[in-house]
Every structure is written in structure tokens, then in C-alpha cells.
């Protein structure tokens, strides 16, 4: 909303794509060079792959095209026609491991699931995640790690596993994919339904009302959106923008989820999309 928002304000026709399947790297890649061959003004970009995106993008910047890669440390330097506009992987980090260490008291274990070998951005945050929660509370034992996928139920048949085998406090879930599988595991487990979940990125409000899930650190995709818009635009006219802007995450929890952070994340129904 934030990217149609800032589109509009600055004269732009947006359009919208992405493979119907999130792990479906070489359509995303082909999208891409489409939208290189149909000349568009400029792109914004969300990798889903790293290393296979880089030289795509590198090919579109070469032809002065711009370029805002959102949501990856994807590695090229930034230049003329080419900006990052990321969430806080660090803050993210930070928030999560300050909530499990309140949550747990400062004690317990946790299964860490979802890890993200894709992206360097993913492999960052759980890497900062472990970290800090050693310097927070070093009583907390991380006793089992999983990576992730793309695939819901193959993350809940991992989170499943572990409400039904493992000995944890709490469920970390590093994606979106991840904590969404860790809630379904959850309303289908039989037993160690005390089991708390942090998770990242997921967008389902009824958990964190229910309980089910005790927080989610959500990025605030509005404003990486808003201002991706307007650094394409910004480099189309030959202004010279910010090479890395980093945009806090927020802390979804059933105390904060009505707060003005929170709630003006969901206000798609309330949008002017017709005038887009």
C-alpha cells in the first residue's frame, strides 16, 4: 500500500507481479527480465533467491534502469541506479529474543525453525537472533534448528514434530512461512499446547488475539514500499538518494495490536485502489 501510495503522488502507473509460487525463483527471474525488456521507468525488487538474483539486477542498473531491492543484503554496491530499502534485521533480532526472555523468564529452550539459507537478510537474522539472546539471557538453551522452505505444511509437519518429540519453552519461527506452519501445528497438536511461538514476517491477526501465538515481529511493509517509490523516483530525475535505508520492524502482541503502528498495516480495505 505504501509503494501505491507514493506511486500515485508521484505520477506513477504501478505494476504489480510475482510468481504464484513464493520459491519459484526462475519465474520471479523471468518476470524480472520482462520487466527490463518492456522498459519500465524503474523496479522494485524483492528476491527470493540471493545469489541467482544478482546479475539481473546488475543487467537492469547497466541499462539505467533503477533499481530498489527491498527486503535482502544482496550484496552489489549501491550507486546512481541502484538502492536497498530493508527492515532492521538487527532491531527484528533484538525484539524477538527480548520477547522470548520476558516470556520464558530469562530461562527454558527453544526449537529455532524456518531458517532462511536463501537470502543473505534470512541467514542475518537468525545469525543476530542467536546472539543476542545469548548476551540477553544466557540461560536459554536453542536445542534444535531447522531450515525452511516455501511450503506451509512442510513447516508445520516440522513444528509438529516438535510440539510432539522435543522438549521446549517456545518455537521460534524465522519466516512468515514458518510461524504460519507453527500456528496450524499448534491448533492441531494433541498435547504441549503450553508451547509459546515468536515469529517473523506473518500476517494473521486471529493468532495473536487467541493466543495461539504470542508475538510476530512484522516488518513495516508500508513505509519500505513508500520510500523504494521514491528513490525510483528520485534517481529517474538524477537526484542522488540514501545507498541503504534500514526501516524498524514493529512487535505484534496482543497488547500492541490495536496501536496506530500496528493498525495502519491493515488498512487495505480502507484504500483508494481505483484511483491507482
Known sequence: MGAAEAAHKEGLHLYWNAPADDGDVEKQLSEFASCVERGYSGIVFAPDETLASRSIVLDAVSRKIPVAVVDDEFGPPAGPWLSYVSNDESKGARMAAERLAT???GNGSVAIIGINTRSVGGIAREERFEDILAQIAPAIQITYRSFGDTIV???QQVAQQI???????AIVAMTGVATRGAYYAKLAAKSRTDVLIVGFDQDLLIPIQSGEVDSVVVQDTRSIGQIAIENLSAQRRGEKVKAVTLVS????TRQTINTPAITRLWEFTQFAWEQQ
Not at 163 to 169: G, I, L, N, W, Y
Not at 249 to 252: V, Y
Request: charged share 20%; glycine share 0%; no cysteine.
Open 103 to 105: 516470556i520464558l523468564h
Open 153 to 155: 505444511t512442510h513447516q
Open 163 to 169: 510440539f510432539d518429540a522435543e522438549k521446549v519453552s
Open 249 to 252: 520492524p514493529i512487535l505484534l
